[in-house]
T-cell receptor, first 118, second 114 residues
Framework: AQKITQTQPGMFVQEKEAVTLDCTYD???????LFWYKQPSSGEMIFLIY??????QNATEGRYSLNFQKARKSANLVISASQLGDSAMYFCAMREANYGGATNKLIFGTGTLLAVQP | NAGVMQNPRHLVRRRGQEARLRCSPM?????VYWYRQLPEEGLKFMVYLQKENIIDESGMPKERFSAEFPKEGPSILRIQQVVRGDSAAYFC????????????FGPGTRLLVL
């Protein structure tokens, strides 16, 4: 069964420092996608970064990078140079490969609440 | 370029009433997904629709919940005879096609059942 695990319910980080948010996944499908979304206190879901299972390089988007370790089934999010506005809930999600009529649904973890301290 | 739009943003209902949640996907997107976020939890998939078709409704409760995405107009998630346990944030996401990598989410509708 597909599963996403985020073991850190909450994290503190000092402003301007880097922080790593953990995510491990479980799937038997060789082809899948991994996502990170940010949910600030206002509640919307903001797409941050995507990693495909066959991508050779780790994904990066500005201050966000995804540390993809396929053998360990981990997809940790690294935020460099944290800013106060990074304080939010962060969700890791997975989508399995879409073969023919297969669904396109995302499976989400339980989230990590990040608090950036000045 | 408008993103995914959902309305209302907040909805209060008494037990037994009906709730109708609307989602207009991004321009050019014909695939819509509904997710529910219970308090203190992650998002859970409910249903995946394409125009006039339900592709996957494996996450929908068997009773009282229905969804549609007509040829014209927004996608509708309908909850009949709401109960307190239906109180949650309901998110809609859209993608241009089935193979798209990313789903883009709307701001959500917060449903409170009194």
């Amino acid at each position: 069964a597909q599963k996403i695990t985020q073991t850190q319910p909450g994290m503190f980080v000092q402003e301007k420092e880097a922080v790593t948010l953990d995510c491990t996944y479980d799937t038997s499908d060789p082809s899948y996608g991994l996502f990170w979304y940010k949910q600030p206190s206002s509640g919307e879901m903001i797409f941050l970064i995507y990693q495909g299972s066959y991508d050779q390089q780790n994904a990066t988007e500005g201050r966000y990078s995804l540390n993809f370790q396929k053998a360990r089934k981990s997809a940790n999010l690294v935020i460099s140079a944290s800013q106060l506005g990074d304080s939010a809930m962060y969700f890791c999600a997975m989508r399995e490969a879409n073969y023919g009529g297969a669904t396109n649904k995302l499976i989400f973890g339980t989230g990590t609440l990040l608090a950036v301290q000045p | 370029n408008a993103g995914v739009m959902q309305n209302p943003r907040h909805l209060v209902r008494r037990r037994g009433q009906e709730a109708r949640l609307r989602c207009s996907p991004m321009k050019g997107h014909s695939h819509v997904y509904w997710y529910r976020q219970l308090p203190e939890e992650g998002l859970k998939f409910m249903v995946y629709l394409q125009k006039e078709n339900i592709i996957d409704e494996s996450g929908m409760p068997k009773e009282r919940f229905s969804a549609e995405f007509p040829k014209e107009g927004p996608s509708i998630l309908r909850i009949q005879q709401v109960v307190r346990g239906d109180s949650a944030a309901y998110f809609c996401a859209s993608s241009p096609d089935r193979a798209a990598e990313t789903q883009y989410f709307g701001p959500g509708t917060r449903l409170l059942v009194l």
